[in-house]
């Protein structure tokens, strides 16, 4: 497979793959480690970058239960990030619940895609 890197610059969304939760839990499995030490690495080379993590959710349950555990998820990434030497300065975070959904909720593949972390570059 080829890989095509893309600059990194203020306003950049990235979602970050392999991250892994339980259904309709927040804490990270540890198969999320592995791509979460590269975000560390990126922050640890990049040290004037800010960023905001951003949780994602389905649309299966309420609104409010979403927008809660999509939250809850983005925090789960924050503590890893700042347990691991990033500054917790430059991270803040947001839950977006199932509003801002990638594709469709008719399959459970599309469900898959919405349920995910980016990350929005806010400084370089």
């Not at 306003?11 to 309709?24: C, D, H, L, P, S």
């Not at 791509?35 to 299966?60: A, C, F, Y």
């Not at 789960?76 to 947001?94: A, E, P, Q, W």
Request: aromatic share 8%.
């Amino acid at each position: 497979r080829d890989l095509y890197l893309v600059p990194i610059e203020k306003g950049q969304k990235v979602i970050i793959n392999n991250i892994f939760f339980e259904f309709a839990k927040y804490e990270l499995l540890p198969e999320s480690f592995s791509e979460l030490n590269r975000l560390v690495k990126l922050l640890e080379q990049n040290p004037n970058m800010k960023i905001r993590i951003e949780g994602h959710t389905d649309s299966v349950g309420n609104n409010s239960f979403n927008l809660r555990l999509s939250k809850q998820r983005a925090e789960s990434v924050f503590n890893y990030l700042t347990l691991n030497g990033i500054d917790n300065k430059r991270i803040k975070i947001k839950g977006y619940g199932s509003s801002r959904p990638l594709t469709s909720n008719n399959s459970e593949e599309d469900m898959a895609k919405n349920r995910r972390v980016e990350f929005h570059i806010l400084e370089e």
